[in-house]
């Protein structure tokens, strides 16, 4: 199976982990956020649980690795949504080593920092495009892109505020549904010290989970559920939460079958979300002329911009240069892997910051979720007229196949505590039924 370019880089930890029942109530296929979250809720609920992993290692699209000796994710990083994003209640109940998000960001124009009028005139931009899309999405019954409610008028700063959008929407704002645009809450976020992967891996620890350990096939048919493992064999159990991502299940070829296939609308539902794309490269940079803890820049002016920049990560000469569909489009399309990824931020920051100030720049990761084949992109992205399918897949099919992750969360979607959340949703569906 091909590798993506991060999957070589171990995780920080592995806690340890409790062996399968043999024949449980509730079969969770995968062991990211939302398997993490409903494990831990099934258990609580006094059901027995298996947890199957694809992967050697847990998290799914959380993974913190070591980098220069300073742990680093190459998954999520921001805990967003503060106040209702389950990780952060639970973070401070655990006394974990959370912190604010720094609100103050970067804004440098042509190799000079933004003047005060034009960090007005930015943030201008930004209220007036988000209160037209939010108006725009209440306003209007017929769901559209989201590109279409951006009010003209904004100049080369309607063209920042799209392209930021476009980057955490995970496609640009062409192809994503403004009806579901409103519904993510990226405000109030905080980051964990050693990571948020690391910390899904703390959640995890004592649960029962084989890693390493592939769900091909999900069979129905007959009473409960049929898990086909490959060479190692089948297991059955009364009820399977399915986590899997979206982009995995989708024909036509899904590493994830059921047989029978899945009733038309749910199979519908799955199919028609889109892959979300977010890359981070990882930069080391001890001399950057970005000062400040933990902060974003937008880099304007100039032929190339990096979509995303998060400065000093954790206070360390770590920074996340962040990859949308445009470049990851044109990497593919060049198949220039990881060091056209290099050769790309290296060409964009020469631009914007100047040859001179790369001197100490080396670039010690860059990931590929689009091509691992676990995750097959970063989220799953709600395309115009594709709204309903988030809470269609919440329903149960044959009161005995629930699905949770990241995708189903309407207000925290493309998240990891959005997923989380879901897993525990789904948790509480499962009790309640099979007791
Ligand atoms: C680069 C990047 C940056 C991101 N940044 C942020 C951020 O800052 N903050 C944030 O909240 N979110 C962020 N996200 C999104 C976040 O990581 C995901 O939304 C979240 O982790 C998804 O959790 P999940 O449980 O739904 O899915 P996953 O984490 O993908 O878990 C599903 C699991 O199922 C396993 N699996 C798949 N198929 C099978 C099978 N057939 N059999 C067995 N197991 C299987 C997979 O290996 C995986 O472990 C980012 C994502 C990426 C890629």
């Given at each position: 199976m091909?590798?993506?370019?991060?999957e070589?880089?171990?995780?920080?930890?592995?806690p340890?982990?409790?062996a399968?029942?043999?024949?449980?109530?509730?079969?969770?296929?995968?062991?990211?956020?939302?398997?993490?979250?409903?494990a831990?809720?099934?258990?609580?609920r006094?059901?027995?649980?298996?947890?199957?992993?694809?992967?050697?290692?847990?998290?799914?699209?959380t993974v913190t690795?070591?980098?220069r000796?300073?742990?680093?994710?190459?998954g999520?990083?921001?805990?967003?949504?503060?106040?209702?994003?389950?990780?952060v209640s639970?973070?401070f109940?655990?006394?974990?080593p959370?912190?604010?998000?720094?609100?103050?960001?970067?804004?440098?124009?042509?190799?000079?920092?933004?003047?005060?009028?034009?960090?007005?005139?930015?943030?201008r931009?930004?209220?007036?495009?988000?209160?037209?899309?939010?108006?725009?999405?209440?306003?209007n019954?017929?769901?559209?892109p989201a590109?279409?409610?951006?009010?003209?008028?904004?100049?080369?700063?309607?063209r920042?505020?799209a392209?930021?959008?476009?980057?955490?929407?995970?496609?640009?704002?062409?192809e994503?549904?403004?009806?579901?645009?409103?519904?993510m809450?990226?405000g109030?976020?905080?980051?964990?010290?050693?990571?948020?992967?690391?910390y899904l891996a703390?959640?995890a620890?004592?649960?029962?989970?084989?890693?390493d350990?592939?769900?091909a096939?999900?069979?129905?048919?007959g009473?409960?559920?049929?898990?086909?493992?490959?060479?190692?064999g089948?297991l059955?159990?009364?009820?399977?939460?399915?986590?899997a991502p979206m982009?995995v299940?989708?024909?036509?070829?899904p590493?994830?079958?059921?047989?029978?296939?899945?009733?038309v609308?749910?199979r519908a539902?799955i199919d028609?979300?889109?892959?979300?794309?977010?890359?981070?490269v990882?930069?080391?940079?001890?001399?950057?002329?970005?000062?400040?803890?933990?902060?974003?820049?937008?880099l304007?002016g100039?032929?190339?911009?990096p979509?995303g920049?998060?400065?000093?990560?954790?206070?360390?000469?770590?920074h996340y240069?962040?990859?949308?569909?445009?470049?990851?489009a044109?990497l593919?399309?060049?198949?220039?892997g990881a060091?056209?990824?290099?050769?790309?931020?290296?060409e964009?920051?020469?631009?914007?910051?100047g040859?001179g100030?790369?001197?100490?720049l080396?670039?010690?990761?860059?990931?590929?979720?689009?091509?691992?084949?676990?995750?097959?992109?970063?989220?799953?992205?709600?395309?115009?007229?594709?709204t309903k399918a988030?809470?269609?897949?919440k329903?149960?099919?044959?009161?005995?196949?629930?699905?949770?992750g990241?995708?189903?969360?309407?207000?925290?979607w493309?998240?990891a505590?959005?997923a989380?959340?879901?897993?525990e949703?789904?948790?509480?569906?499962i009790?309640?039924?099979?007791?």
């Amino acid at each position: 199976m091909p590798r993506a370019a991060h999957e070589h880089l171990s995780p920080t930890s592995i806690p340890p982990l409790a062996a399968l029942p043999a024949e449980p109530d509730v079969a969770v296929i995968g062991a990211g956020a939302a398997g993490i979250g409903a494990a831990r809720r099934l258990l609580a609920r006094g059901l027995s649980v298996a947890v199957l992993e694809a992967r050697p290692r847990l998290g799914g699209r959380t993974v913190t690795t070591a980098l220069r000796g300073h742990p680093v994710d190459l998954g999520a990083h921001w805990l967003h949504a503060g106040p209702i994003n389950p990780l952060v209640s639970l973070g401070f109940a655990r006394g974990e080593p959370l912190r604010r998000a720094a609100q103050e960001s970067h804004l440098w124009i042509g190799r000079r920092p933004g003047r005060p009028a034009e960090e007005l005139a930015f943030g201008r931009a930004w209220s007036v495009a988000d209160r037209a899309m939010t108006d725009g999405a209440r306003l209007n019954g017929e769901d559209r892109p989201a590109a279409t409610a951006l009010p003209p008028g904004l100049g080369p700063w309607g063209r920042r505020v799209a392209l930021v959008h476009g980057l955490v929407s995970g496609r640009p704002l062409t192809e994503v549904s403004l009806h579901d645009f409103p519904s993510m809450e990226y405000g109030d976020n905080f980051f964990i010290a050693g990571g948020y992967g690391a910390y899904l891996a703390r959640l995890a620890a004592g649960l029962p989970v084989a890693l390493d350990t592939p769900v091909a096939a999900l069979d129905w048919a007959g009473e409960g559920v049929r898990l086909d493992l490959g060479s190692r064999g089948t297991l059955r159990a009364r009820a399977a939460l399915v986590t899997a991502p979206m982009m995995v299940m989708q024909e036509p070829a899904p590493a994830l079958r059921f047989a029978p296939d899945l009733p038309v609308p749910f199979r519908a539902a799955i199919d028609g979300f889109r892959t979300g794309i977010y890359e981070h490269v990882v930069l080391h940079w001890p001399s950057s002329p970005f000062r400040g803890r933990d902060r974003l820049a937008s880099l304007i002016g100039g032929r190339l911009q990096p979509p995303g920049l998060l400065t000093r990560v954790d206070g360390t000469p770590f920074h996340y240069f962040e990859l949308d569909v445009p470049l990851a489009a044109r990497l593919d399309a060049a198949r220039a892997g990881a060091d056209g990824a290099r050769r790309l931020v290296r060409e964009t920051l020469a631009e914007q910051v100047g040859r001179g100030s790369l001197r100490d720049l080396a670039v010690p990761a860059v990931t590929e979720w689009r091509h691992d084949p676990w995750s097959r992109g970063s989220w799953a992205v709600v395309p115009p007229g594709h709204t309903k399918a988030r809470d269609l897949l919440k329903e149960v099919i044959a009161e005995r196949i629930w699905f949770a992750g990241e995708a189903l969360s309407r207000e925290q979607w493309g998240t990891a505590g959005g997923a989380f959340a879901e897993g525990e949703r789904a948790a509480e569906a499962i009790a309640s039924q099979l007791r």
